[in-house]
């Protein structure tokens, strides 16, 4: 398979060692220093990899459109227009697969977390709250993971109406993401239940980008052939 890499940083030169160790081959690395003879080199991929930055993700998907490649997007922050991309993916059959993690283990957790939050929808001596830590250099805050954990809570407990960042809830429909940076942590969540009684603790941690970057390459494997707009539920098969 051959891979169009957007972005190469950290993720992008991990991304490239797990494709080349699978057999795949890497036909460019495009990002904000490249120039136009070389973003005319992604047509010849099988499929793009994107990981960047917020500011530059939609331009980067359009890219990938314009030239009828599969994209797979780890970038998060810029989901404020995702129904503008899905608009187009669909008018004009592009393909993409998005996600705000691609670790299949976090995508394991996502699913035992809604299936928790279902139970505790009973359960209204229970308050929930979200932990999430990254490494300084994340520019989006609370994580796409966080946010994504927090819909899958509110989609099953109905006392939860909307996430906000912090650790004082206003009321008590908020849901309180808190939001720590350190350095050298590739990433962790946690969702913690507290009554008078007990606490009740899940959490996902991940030793490093290894993880990430392996589901955004079996990810790739995944989409190329395939037309439409997909997610890990669809990959996994939840």
């Not at 530059?56 to 359009?62: P, Y």
């Not at 705000?100 to 209204?124: E, Q, W």
């Not at 796409?144 to 960042?165: C, D, H, P, Y």
Request: net charge negative; with cysteine; hydrophobic share 45%.
């Amino acid at each position: 398979m051959k891979i169009a890499l957007l972005g190469y940083g950290k993720m992008g030169q991990l991304i490239e060692q797990i494709a080349v160790a699978k057999g795949h081959v890497i036909v460019c690395k495009l990002g904000s220093s490249s120039n136009a003879e070389e973003w005319a080199q992604l047509f010849t991929a099988d499929v793009a990899i994107e990981f960047s930055k917020p500011d530059v993700a939609i331009s980067n998907i359009n890219k990938c459109f314009d030239v009828n490649v599969p994209v797979v997007v780890g970038t998060t922050g810029w989901y404020e227009q995702y129904d503008e991309i899905a608009k187009r993916a669909n008018a004009q059959n592009q393909s993409i697969i998005t996600a705000t993690n691609f670790s299949i283990g976090v995508n394991l957790f996502f699913h035992v977390n809604k299936i928790i939050a279902r139970v505790m929808d009973n359960l209204p001596e229970y308050n929930v709250k979200i932990e999430e830590i990254h490494h300084t250099q994340k520019l989006d805050a609370p994580s796409g993971t966080a946010i994504t954990l927090a819909e899958g809570v509110m989609a099953e407990l109905s006392r939860k109406n909307a996430w906000q960042l912090g650790t004082d809830a206003i009321s008590k429909s908020d849901l309180m993401i808190n939001a720590i940076r350190r350095d050298d942590v590739p990433g962790t969540h946690t969702v913690t239940y507290t009554s008078a009684i007990d606490d009740i603790e899940i959490k996902h941690i991940a030793h490093s980008r290894t993880g990430f970057a392996t589901g955004a390459v079996l990810a790739a494997e995944w989409l190329q052939n395939k037309r439409g707009i997909f997610t890990m539920n669809d990959f996994i098969g939840f």
